[in-house]
C-alpha cells in the first residue's frame, strides 16, 4: 500500500474562516467609523493591520481554527474572545505607553473594540448552528461503527451521544472475538454488537456504514492491519484512535515530522509562543507586586533582625524546571538554615520557629523574596510549589509522575495551594493531592488559568491552617 504523510482534515477551511474573520474585523471598523462620521487618520492603518495580525496570531496559538466538531461552544467562544482581548490589550499598551496617540479615546474606536468580538463570536455560533440544524435533517451526517468492544470504544460512543447536533449517526460496533451480536453489557452499560468483521466489510460496500473507528489495544496491530486491508476493499472512511489512555498523559499533542507523526506523552506546555507569554507575565506581575511591597519588606527585614540572631534571608536548594538545581529566596523564619540531605518539614509547635517567624509563615509574608526568583526567572509566580531536594528524592520513589511536575517552573503559588494543599504535607495521602493538583495545572495551564489563580490566592493562599 502507497505510504503518505499525515495531514491537517480541513486546512482549507480554516483558511476560508481566517479570511472571513479578518474581513469581520475590517468591515466592522470601516462602519463604525461612518457610523459616528469619523474623519480618516493614517495611524488607522496600522491599527487594522495590527489588531488582524495579532488577532490571527493568538487565534491560531490557541488552535482556534481546528475542526471544533464535536466540542462545546463555549470553548469556541473563549477562544475567539480570548484572541481579541489579548491582542487589543497589547495595542492599547503600546499606544498608551509608545506611541501615546490616544487612538482609544475616539468613541468610534472604542466602539468597534467592544462590537467586534461580538460579531466574530456571533458568526463562529451562526456556522455551528447552521451546520446543527443540516445535519439534525440529514444533511452532511455520517453512520458511524466502531470496531472493537473496549473501554476504549465505549468512550468514544458516549462522545458520539453527547454531541448529536455534529452529524455523527452511531449505528454500533463490530467485535470478531465474541461471535454472538446483538445487546452485550460493557463496563455496565448496554451495547449493541452488530457482527464480526466480515458482517462490517459487508455492511460497508452495501453503503449501511459510511465511517469506521478502529479502538482496538495497541498491541493488536497485526489484527488492525488485518482490518484495514480488508476495508481497502470498500469506500468506507477509516479512523484509528489510538488508545493513549492507557498511558498518565500530561500535555499530550501531535507533531509531524517531514510526514512522520509522533504524539507527545509527557510534554510541557510553556513552549514557543507560550514560554513568551508566561515569562511575559511573570516580569510584569513581579515587577509591579515588588514596587508594592517594598516598604512592607523593608519592615520585614528589620523585625528578623530584631527578634533573632541571623540574616534576613534565607537560601534553599530546590528543583527547577527540568530538574535543575535552583537557589530558592525566603525571609528567614527558623533559627536555623538547613539546607542538606536531610531537611525535616516544620511541623506544628516545631521549636526551630522563632515567635515572630511563625507570623510570617502562617501568613505567607516568608515567601515574599521569591518575587526576585520570578524576575530573575529562576521560578513563576504560579506553578507547582518547590519542594526540598531532600523531599523530593523521598516523594519520586513513592508518588507515580511525582517529577512531572517540574516540567514547567516552580512557583510562588499553585493550583494545590488554592484548593488546599499549602503548608505540611506529613502524609503520603496530601503529597499524592499536592500532585494531582499540579500536573492537573500543567495538563490544563492558560494565561487566563494563571491570572484565576493569582486572584484566588489573595483570598485562599495567604492564610491556612496547615502553614506553621
Known amino acids: 500500500m502507497a505510504q503518505g504523510k499525515i495531514r491537517r482534515y480541513d486546512s482549507k477551511l480554516n483558511a476560508i474562516s481566517r479570511l472571513i474573520d479578518s474581513s469581520i474585523i475590517l468591515v466592522t471598523f470601516m462602519a463604525t467609523k461612518d457610523l459616528f462620521h469619523t ?20 487565534a491560531e496559538s490557541q488552535d482556534a481554527y481546528r475542526s471544533w466538531r464535536g466540542t462545546q461552544l463555549r470553548e469556541e467562544v473563549y477562544t475567539v474572545l480570548f484572541s481579541w ?59 458511524v461503527a466502531i470496531v472493537g468492544a473496549t473501554t476504549l470504544g465505549a468512550r468514544l460512543e458516549q462522545s458520539f451521544q453527547l454531541m448529536d447536533w455534529s452529524g455523527f449517526r452511531f449505528a454500533g460496533y463490530y467485535d470478531d472475538r465474541d461471535e454472538q451480536c446483538g445487546e452485550r453489557r460493557l463496563n455496565g452499560n448496554s451495547i449493541n454488537v452488530l457482527g464480526g468483521i466480515n458482517q462490517l466489510i459487508v455492511d460497508c460496500k452495501s453503503g449501511k456504514i459510511d465511517t469506521v473507528y478502529l479502538t482496538l489495544a495497541m498491541s493488536a496491530e497485526k489484527r488492525i492491519r488485518m482490518i484495514t486491508e480488508e476495508l481497502a476493499d470498500t469506500t468506507a472512511s477509516v479512523y ?45 506581575i513581579s515587577a509591579f507586586i515588588l514596587c508594592l511591597i517594598a516598604i512592607p519588606m523593608v519592615f520585614i527585614a528589620i523585625g528578623i533582625k530584631l527578634t533573632s540572631k541571623g540574616p534576613v534571608f534565607f537560601k534553599q536548594s530546590r528543583y527547577g524546571v527540568d530538574g535543575g538545581a535552583i537557589k530558592v ?17 516544620a511541623t506544628k509547635g516545631d521549636n526551630r520557629i522563632t515567635p515572630f517567624g511563625a507570623f510570617l509563615r502562617r501568613t505567607s509574608l516568608d515567601e515574599l523574596p521569591q518575587f526576585f526568583n520570578s524576575l530573575s526567572g529562576s521560578m513563576s509566580i504560579v506553578g507547582p510549589r518547590p519542594h526540598a531536594v531532600a523531599h523530593n528524592e523521598e516523594y519520586r520513589s513513592q508518588i507515580q509522575g511525582y517529577m512531572l511536575r517540574h516540567k514547567v517552573k516552580p512557583g510562588i503559588t499553585g493550583l494545590a495551594q488554592i484548593n488546599g494543599y499549602r503548608g505540611e504535607t506529613d502524609t503520603l ?40
Not at 487618520?41 to 495579532?54: C, G, N, T
Not at 474606536?109 to 468580538?117: E, N, Q, R, V
Not at 496530601?430 to 494531582?436: A, E, I, L, P
Not at 500536573?439 to 491556612?464: R, V
Request: proline share 2%; charged share 20%; aromatic share 18%.
Open 39 to 58: 474623519e480618516w487618520k493614517k495611524e488607522y492603518v496600522w491599527l487594522l493591520l495590527f489588531s488582524i495580525a495579532l488577532f490571527n496570531f493568538f
Open 429 to 468: 495521602e496530601k503529597m499524592q493531592g499536592r500532585v494531582f493538583y499540579d500536573l492537573q495545572y500543567i495538563q490544563t495551564w492558560s494565561l487566563f488559568q494563571d491570572l484565576n489563580i493569582i486572584f484566588l490566592t489573595i483570598f485562599k493562599g495567604f492564610m491556612h491552617k496547615n502553614a506553621y
Open 240 to 284: 484509528l484512535v489510538p488508545d493513549l489512555f492507557t498511558f498518565n498523559l500530561l500535555n499530550s499533542r501531535w507533531v509531524d515530522y517531514q510526514g512522520i507523526t509522533a504524539i507527545s506523552i509527557y510534554e510541557t506546555p510553556i513552549a514557543g509562543i507560550n514560554s513568551f507569554i508566561k515569562r511575559s507575565e511573570d516580569i510584569i
Open 85 to 143: 482581548i489579548t491582542g487589543i490589550f497589547i495595542l492599547i499598551f503600546v499606544d498608551v505607553f509608545l506611541v501615546k496617540q490616544q487612538l482609544y479615546s475616539d468613541i468610534a474606536i472604542a466602539t468597534w473594540i467592544i462590537i467586534t468580538p461580538i460579531e466574530l463570536i456571533s458568526w463562529h455560533a451562526i456556522v455551528r448552528l447552521s451546520l446543527g440544524i443540516l445535519r439534525s435533517k440529514g444533511f452532511n451526517t455520517r453512520r
Open 329 to 345: 529566596w525566603k525571609f528567614r523564619s527558623m533559627t536555623v538554615t538547613e539546607d542538606g540531605d536531610n531537611v525535616p518539614q
